[in-house]
């Protein structure tokens, strides 16, 4: 299936490349570098291109491109699935998902990537399994592996392996039995210029950290589950059990894992937590403009909203920005165009507002477009999904529980 993966990073350099069958030239990596200039954000670059003799299927994670090369026609959500795995497997072994962190650790890098993909198809991709394959890197690991020569690759098969619940290893065993869940929702939405919602659509996930004893057999239950539109699970998920009842019936992997992805598009369901007044023209009479942009709670039920950013990709005639923020810093980049406002924390009181004068190559008539981007987090603002329980069967005690709800930007675009 997958024939070679290449991992780039934010400036466009390859730094590291996986082939399992007969290696490709890296210069297969071009018609993405073209389609990756056409694009205005790294994350909207194609995630399937075509080639005379390939397909390049990619997904951008922690500022890098996974980049898979594909011979033959196959589903391409199957690929970026196992891509994701891949970045997720990353992040859950070394705490982060970065290009030094992947130098850092190649090695292991390499034995995970041999091990989650098999000739080309995928082989071991959950976290339970592949830490009793490859144990994990520590500082006294890896000193005994340089002394010895030895490496972190187990000699036994993994006991997942050969179970009937192959995600989940067996005697498993803790002091303290945990069970915690993170309902995060972004918001997907378009603004026109007087703050009407002209498109607005929620992509949750539900991230579970579940460190129990024994087999434990969960069930999780909703207030509001007809409201999904779209739903996908982890492999655990009885989906029988869902269609008939909507609750999730599982038994669960050991540690962190994501156990639900899910869509709400009703459009009256999605409440936009802020309002933007903003205001950018540009005078006929002399090179220059002004800028004048203020944010302020509108649905936030009572709650603050904090990691407040916005982004605006500016006309090219734009050559600098002189401007005064009440809140926050901002940067603009005079080779991108990209002007961003990093407020922070949403003051109620004192709305947070930016102005000044923008100095232009030209004297520009009209008023041309410009793209404004909103970035924003929230605990507990406009979940749609509400955990309404959640019940353990299977074993005797009786563990700690809990779900905390976040709610975040995703592609939150102002019109102009």
């Not at 890098?109 to 082989?123: A, R």
């Not at 309902?183 to 949750?204: C, H, N, R």
């Not at 603050?304 to 002189?322: F, Q």
Request: with cysteine; proline share 6%; aromatic share 10%.
């Amino acid at each position: 299936m997958i024939h070679s993966l290449f991992l780039i990073n934010h400036s466009g350099d390859i730094f590291l490349e996986k082939h399992w069958k007969s290696v490709i030239s890296r210069s297969v990596c071009d018609y993405f570098f073209e389609a990756r200039e056409k694009a205005v954000d790294p994350e909207n670059v194609p995630p399937v291109l075509q080639t005379p003799h390939h397909y390049l299927i990619s997904i951008y994670r922690g500022k890098l491109f996974f980049l898979s090369v594909i011979q033959t026609e196959v589903a391409p959500l199957f690929v970026i699935e196992f891509l994701h795995r891949v970045a997720d497997t990353i992040q859950d072994y070394f705490g982060e998902c970065s290009e030094g962190i992947i130098k850092d650790n190649i090695v292991t890098v390499y034995e995970l990537l041999e091990e989650m993909l098999d000739n080309g198809f995928p082989l071991a991709t959950e976290s339970n399994v592949l830490k009793e394959m490859i144990r994990p890197p520590t500082i006294l690991r890896s000193v005994v592996n340089t002394l010895t020569g030895s490496s972190n690759v187990g000699d036994t098969l993994p006991t997942g392996q050969l179970s009937n619940v192959p995600w989940r290893r067996a005697g498993v065993k803790y002091t303290n039995n945990e069970a915690y869940f993170d309902v995060i929702e972004e918001i997907d939405a378009i603004l026109d210029k007087s703050g009407t919602t002209v498109f607005a659509e929620i992509q949750g996930v539900i991230e579970a950290c579940v460190r129990l004893t024994g087999m434990p057999d969960l069930t999780l239950s909703f207030m509001n589950p007809r409201l999904l539109d779209d739903v996908s699970f982890h492999p655990c998920v009885r989906f029988k059990r869902w269609e008939s009842e909507r609750v999730l019936s599982f038994i669960p992997p050991d540690g962190n894992f994501t156990l639900m992805n899910y869509h709400v598009s009703s459009q009256n369901l999605v409440a936009i937590p802020v309002y933007v007044k903003q205001s950018i023209s540009f005078f006929e009479t002399g090179p220059c403009g002004r800028l004048d942009i203020t944010i302020g709670p509108k649905q936030t039920m009572g709650k603050t909203v904090e990691n407040m950013m916005v982004t605006i990709h500016m006309p090219k005639a734009v050559l600098n920005a002189n401007l005064t923020a009440t809140q926050g810093t901002y940067t603009y980049d005079l080779t991108t165009k990209v002007l961003v406002w990093d407020i922070g924390k949403l003051n109620p009181q004192k709305l947070p507002n930016l102005r000044g004068s923008l100095s232009t190559q030209l004297a520009i008539s009209g008023n041309p477009r410009y793209i404004m981007t909103l970035k924003l987090s929230q605990l507990m603002l406009v979940d749609c999904l509400k955990v309404s329980r959640l019940d353990m069967y299977g074993e005797k005690y009786k563990p700690f529980k809990g779900v905390k709800y976040l709610t975040k930007a995703g592609k939150f675009q102002v019109r102009t």
